[in-house]
């Protein structure tokens, strides 16, 4: 018998959602769904740890300013 997931639609920059794919590949814990190059359904009951763990990763990928006095 199928099982309903309680889902919520996320539109993203495609950038944002191959981070999101990374994040979901190694326990398939987030995604519902993927619809579309910047569309996915992930489910209800995850969504505060996904965004979590995608400032993290955010975080981890921004790159600090040079702040050499080299004028």
Not at 11 to 17: G, V, Y
Request: proline share 4%; charged share 30%; net charge negative.
């Amino acid at each position: 018998m199928p099982k309903a997931v309680k889902g919520v639609l996320v539109e993203c920059d495609p950038s944002i959602k191959a981070i999101i794919l990374k994040i979901d590949q190694d326990k398939h814990n987030y995604i519902v769904e993927d619809l579309d190059d910047q569309t996915l359904v992930v489910k209800e009951s995850q969504l505060h740890n996904l965004k979590g763990k995608l400032e993290e990763e955010l975080a981890n990928t921004q790159q600090m300013p040079d702040h050499s006095d080299s004028d």
